[in-house]
């Protein structure tokens, strides 16, 4: 008798399931239908897909782009290396409860404060035109310059995604580390950095998409990066297919980085309540 409820609740959990599943699949054909009705049928459309998505330029000018994509990656790839360990470094001293070091704790407290609080296109325009005029004798080039204003930037707003990682470790944690004979560096290397570092993955990968796209802001100081490249097409041209370009090689880059957040988040490896 218990067996056939059983089976009779899981004929009845399936059937809800297959049910659930194609009226998602209904809905979601109804408003993907609609939205791409809508647009295909405007007057507008024909102009705006010789302007925007024109196959033939498309492939003309994709090569290119790409080529000038590397840069974007390598200089994202180099500046989340920094930032990875600027931030903890920063995050450590906002921590720390020894007084001697309290000096640090209010500098980086500024730090974070500076360097969140302005946006990231006037930090690149301050770097790299304020630091050459100023003659110190540092190196002027524009690559150098953007990227340490991105890095800098950056490691502001992930110095507070480690300290949140840090804070939300028990306190219970550090004092049986104590306990146990381990010192307070010891116990913060090897109990509670691990924990929080595990716990800030998801919005340490979201910063670090944003960081991704915000290296495209290295084109105000003149350096051919891929928007840059594709802003010379468009303006040779005066079609803005170029842009499409680049907007899909981005894509291409982010849209597994968030799959694999999500998909992470659905398996129980991160709380879904510390994604930003």
């Not at 720390?96 to 006037?122: E, Q």
């Not at 003149?222 to 490249?229: K, W």
């Amino acid at each position: 008798m218990t067996s056939d409820r059983r089976a009779a609740r899981d004929k009845a959990r399936k059937a809800k399931t297959r049910r659930g599943q194609a009226i998602a699949a209904v809905s979601t054909v109804i408003v993907i239908g609609t939205l791409v009705a809508l647009i295909l049928t405007s007057s507008g459309w024909p102009e705006v897909k010789d302007t925007f998505f024109n196959v033939s330029e498309f492939r003309s000018t994709f090569p290119d782009i790409l080529k000038a994509f590397w840069l974007d990656v390598k200089m994202f790839v180099v500046i989340e290396i920094i930032v990875l360990i600027v931030g903890l470094l920063i995050a450590l001293m906002r921590t720390s409860k020894n007084p001697a070091l309290f000096p640090f704790r209010i500098l980086a407290a500024m730090f974070c404060d500076f360097f969140r609080g302005i946006p990231v296109i006037i930090l690149i325009y301050l770097f790299g035109f304020g630091i050459p005029a100023l003659d110190l004798g540092l190196p002027d080039d524009p690559i150098l310059l953007g990227g340490a204003a991105l890095a800098l930037a950056y490691s502001a707003y992930v110095a507070e995604v480690y300290r949140s990682g840090i804070a939300s470790v028990h306190g219970g944690q550090m004092d049986a580390a104590l306990a146990m004979g381990l010192t307070r560096t010891q116990a913060m290397r090897h109990v509670i950095l691990p924990q929080a570092v595990r716990r800030v993955r998801p919005p340490l990968l979201n910063d670090f998409i944003s960081l991704q796209k915000d290296v495209a802001l290295v084109y105000v100081l003149g350096v051919t990066e891929a928007f840059r490249q594709a802003q010379v097409f468009a303006s040779s041209t005066f079609n803005y297919t170029p842009l499409i370009v680049v907007s899909v090689l981005y894509l291409i880059v982010t849209v597994p980085l968030s799959r694999f957040l999500d998909n992470r988040i659905a398996k129980g490896e991160f709380p879904a309540e510390l994604v930003r």
